[in-house]
């Protein structure tokens, strides 16, 4: 479930992603409370199905009343009027990548999932490389719900990934050939309650908002809420309420010098990898996310450092990267107070590697990405 916030005056669009996991999420004082109490106790996932026949509580037909209710929830959530939704089945979401020639996504972790779903009670061994990947629309499907290796935590940044690069690429010379392609996968594909009217405004408003400039928020833990299989609702995510609205309530909100820093990181274009051995579950994805967030081009391949961990952060710049990348060395020495050492290993793809030392920080990803 993502919520995306619109500023038409600025143009800057801010993505919010909630685990379906996620349970006691608050609901509107009203009708809604007086069925299920001041928070809906199960999973957010469930509230559509629970919701859809409830015409003593949610306006509208039968196949708009679930949707209602998750506008009204994950509105009062993040203190926000949700006043559309759009539903997008498998199916069309395969068809519609299709229609526009496929998508390129920037994967910055691999995917490895040995039990991907692939119907009739069947499974297959599903396996993504990081780096730049061109994929049709069932790998783009495959790519955005695989989580039984991973995390729902994960699979929203991916989802939210996918969304974005489809709107990078989004070349009118390309599309208007497929007009009538992509014309038919739409219609098949979604559900909405966005009126004919509004359409051209937004589309409007669609081609002036830069892409580079969405904020990106998954809320997740530590930060956001904690996740625990200790509960008899099953695993669940607790929610941290205050954090999450704090997140969304200050979401357009410019760091000048955060975003000085992002620009000059990424105008160097250098790509890193961390190497994560401390054997702490996904810490080198959460370093690499961090460092993404501050505009490197960071992923976490799943390779073991060489030589065991060390006690502290090791980077080594490889095959001449220190020449062509002074700001991302500079910060990177600034940031992890270690000083980065050279190498030639033409086997290395990257420009920099981080190795994970057991007295490396936990950074992660911060609020805005």
């Not at 629970?50 to 037909?61: A, E, L, M, T, V």
């Not at 299709?98 to 390129?104: E, I, Q, W, Y």
């Amino acid at each position: 479930m993502i919520t995306v916030s619109i500023d038409p005056v600025t143009k800057k669009v801010a993505m919010f992603s909630l685990p379906r996991d996620t349970v006691d999420v608050p609901l509107a004082p009203g009708p809604p409370r007086s069925l299920w109490g001041a928070t809906y106790r199960q999973k957010i996932n469930s509230l559509y199905v629970n919701n859809f026949r409830r015409s003593d509580i949610w306006p509208g037909k039968q196949g708009v009343r679930g949707y209602n209710a998750l506008k009204s929830t994950l509105g009062e959530l993040y203190g926000l009027d949700i006043k559309y939704f759009i539903a997008v089945d498998f199916k069309g979401f395969q068809k519609i990548v299709d229609a526009v020639g496929g998508v390129t996504v920037n994967v910055q972790v691999p995917v490895v999932d040995d039990t991907y779903p692939a119907g009739a009670g069947k499974s297959l061994r599903l396996y993504i490389p990081n780096g730049l990947q061109h994929m049709t629309g069932a790998q783009a499907l495959r790519y955005a719900r695989s989580r039984n290796t991973s995390s729902d935590f994960d699979r929203g940044a991916r989802q939210q990934r996918i969304l974005l690069s489809m709107r990078e690429q989004a070349d009118p010379a390309v599309l208007l050939p497929r007009l009538p392609e992509l014309v038919d996968a739409l219609k098949q594909a979604i559900k909405t309650d966005i009126p004919l009217d509004q359409l051209p405004n937004l589309l409007g408003l669609a081609s002036e908002v830069d892409t580079k400039d969405i904020r990106s928020y998954v809320f997740s833990p530590p930060l956001y809420s904690r996740d625990t299989c200790n509960d008899p609702r099953g695993c669940v995510v607790l929610p941290k309420i205050p954090a999450i609205r704090n997140a969304v309530k200050n979401a357009f909100k410019v760091d000048a010098e955060l975003e000085a820093r992002r620009e000059t990181l990424s105008g160097e274009g250098g790509s890193v990898w961390v190497l994560n051995g401390t054997g702490i579950s996904n810490r080198g994805t959460r370093v690499a996310g961090y460092l993404e967030s501050q505009g490197l081009q960071a992923s976490a391949p799943r390779q073991r450092p060489e030589g065991g961990v060390p006690a502290d952060t090791v980077i080594v710049a490889y095959n001449g990267a220190e020449a062509r990348l002074p700001a991302t060395i500079a910060y990177l020495e600034s940031r992890f107070k270690v000083k980065v050492t050279t190498a030639t290993d033409p086997a290395v793809h990257a420009d920099i590697v981080v190795t994970i030392g057991q007295n490396t920080p936990n950074l992660a990803p911060p609020p805005s990405s």
